[in-house]
């Protein structure tokens, strides 16, 4: 049971690091300001919804690119980390430039990118290749069940925190992001030096 409790956490913490539903939040409220409850409850649920389908599908896909490419666990591993580091070094650089959104709401660009996005996609596959896929799902679902009740809130949380803490927090989830992306890249280099070592 502490196993499981020990891998829940160590798939639960990256993934909610990597949504950051800290930086989500003030987008969320300002691409909803001006449209009805009734209209922004639809937008939260197709949201959600695309989220949740969009991970599910790189999820099952994941393995099966890996063989099609002839790309190891351990390669996605150091690639992962890089694409993380560089988005969690951009977050703490000029977070309002890349977590500004264009187009219409709904579907796009709430689901995707905003709450699944490239941050995400490559935290899930590394997360699958560590700890396995059902862990990793459990995980997933229970971040977007933060986010949706995040969504439902939003505007009660941003009054209580205040909009400068909320993006302080964001902050903090940005730095953990680049510590998670080291680690990602540590662990791939350990893998295949050791791998090659080997008689």
Avoid: C
């Avoid at 927090?169 to 680690?183: D, G």
Wanted: no cysteine; aromatic share 6%; charged share 15%.
């Amino acid at each position: 049971m502490e196993n499981i409790i020990k891998i829940l956490l160590n798939t639960f913490i990256p993934l909610f690091v990597a949504m950051d539903v800290f930086a989500i939040l003030p987008i969320f409220m300002s691409l909803t300001a001006d449209i009805p409850k009734i209209q922004t409850q639809a937008i939260i649920r197709d949201s959600i919804l695309t989220a949740l389908i969009v991970g599910l599908l790189f999820v099952a896909l994941g393995e099966a690119i890996f063989n099609i490419l002839g790309i190891t666990s351990d390669d996605f591993k150091i690639a992962g980390g890089l694409i993380l580091l560089i988005f969690a070094i951009s977050d703490l650089i000029r977070h309002d430039e890349l977590r500004k959104p264009s187009g219409r709401v709904g579907v796009v660009p709430i689901g995707v990118p905003l709450i699944v996005g490239p941050a995400v996609l490559t935290t899930t596959l590394v997360l699958v290749d560590h700890y396995g896929i059902v862990p990793t799902i459990i995980s997933f679902i229970l971040n977007l069940l933060i986010v949706w009740i995040s969504f439902i809130n939003a505007e009660r949380i941003i009054n209580l925190f205040g909009k400068g803490t909320i993006g302080g927090i964001s902050k903090i989830m940005a730095l953990l992001l680049a510590s998670i992306a080291v680690m990602m890249i540590r662990l791939g280099i350990t893998n295949i030096i050791q791998g090659n070592i080997r008689p």
